[in-house]
């Protein structure tokens, strides 16, 4: 029997086994913590930059369909007496003028291709309501029933139905006299008379990753940033079987016939479809992105703008414009659509001809 004494004073404490298996199991404890860290810190980044993405998509595609909403705004298209999307007049589109309430410049289906919107607004008081001249113009003075609040500087068409100018209000001296720039000898009694303010085009586009606003006022230009983050624009026009018809026939691109419509054609278009294109900031380190499977048939997969058919088909994301060509691929995208109609447009289908 060992004495009292002795056992009182044997050694005591963790050997090198049990130290050894502590550091082991401390050591696999802290590889658990830093892996699922990684994992939490890689989720926080795809979703914190997924939603950066998604409210870029959402504020630039509400900018584009607030303005569309609007196009064509001051034209007196309700009036049979000054029609001006019936006007054949070609000095109307001279010094970068154009009436069209909405034009889409087509981008291709190039690597980095995008479209371009253009949306048109007169920012008259009274809405473009005409007026009408009270004898034959005189040079560049008319004596007028009413002026109809035409302010200096307005751009305003002179009509006589058919045949349309385009001019510049230079004064307004009294509430029955307009002076224009510029001869108005062709305005005879009762033609038609519409101030539309200053005539402004808002050109929608994407150049290095974000979409910019290019703002024409009288043909003054003011380019500027408008959303971060947007890499594509994709647009088509919604066009009816004739000018007098609201219903939508087709939705085609702005090529061939669509680049530059006539007068009729123009008029049939009455609507536009739009899709944006955000991308998350974030690069993954493997493909998350698909090309479109296909822009005609049903339920499509990858990057597409919306689901077409074989007489529609959907306008093609391509954004393999980067110097390999894939690295596209490790991005995530979100893409915001919507179709817009032009209800200006559409008010004024009963003084379209057919």
């Not at 999307?85 to 309430?101: E, I, Y």
């Not at 500087?153 to 720039?181: L, Q, R, W, Y």
């Not at 414009?321 to 200006?344: C, F, H, K, M």
Request: glycine share 8%.
């Amino acid at each position: 029997m060992i004495p009292y004494e002795r056992q009182a004073g044997a050694q005591a404490g963790m050997g090198l086994v049990e130290l050894m298996v502590a550091m082991v199991i401390g050591l696999f404890t802290v590889l658990v913590i830093m892996q699922v860290f990684s994992v939490f810190e890689g989720d926080k980044r795809t979703t914190t930059s997924g939603s950066d993405a998604q409210t870029n998509g959402m504020i630039a595609l509400y900018n584009i369909k607030r303005q569309v909403a609007m196009a064509g705004f001051g034209l007196p298209t309700f009036s049979t007496k000054n029609p001006p999307l019936l006007c054949s007049d070609p000095t109307l589109a001279s010094g970068g003028v154009n009436l069209f309430p909405v034009a889409i410049a087509d981008g291709g289906n190039a690597a980095g291709a995008s479209d371009t919107v253009s949306i048109r607004i007169g920012s008259s008081v009274n809405g473009g309501v005409p007026f009408f001249a009270a004898e034959t113009a005189v040079a560049t003075n008319i004596l007028v029933k009413n002026s109809m609040a035409c302010q200096p500087n307005d751009v305003a068409i002179v009509s006589t139905g058919a045949n349309c100018m385009f001019t510049k209000v230079t004064a307004v001296p009294d509430a029955t006299h307009v002076t224009f720039e510029g001869n108005v000898t062709t305005a005879k009694d009762s033609t038609s008379i519409a101030c539309l303010g200053n005539w402004t085009e808002l050109s929608y586009m994407v150049n290095g990753g974000q979409m910019r606003l290019v703002t024409t006022v009288n043909g003054v230009n003011t380019d500027a940033q408008n959303v971060e983050g947007i890499v594509n624009v994709q647009a088509q026009y919604g066009i009816s079987n004739a000018p007098n018809s609201n219903d939508i026939a087709q939705w085609v691109d702005a090529t061939g016939a669509w680049a530059t419509p006539n007068i009729a054609t123009r008029n049939r278009i009455k609507a536009i479809r739009v899709a944006v294109v955000a991308r998350s900031s974030l690069r993954e380190k493997n493909n998350v992105t698909d090309a479109c499977s296909s822009t005609t048939a049903l339920n499509p997969t990858g990057l597409c703008a919306w689901e077409g058919t074989a007489v529609s088909p959907a306008p093609v994301i391509n954004l393999a414009d980067d110097a390999d060509g894939v690295s596209w691929q490790r991005y995530r995208y979100r893409i915001y659509e919507t179709i817009v109609p032009l209800r200006n447009v559409i008010w004024t289908r009963g003084t379209m001809a057919p």
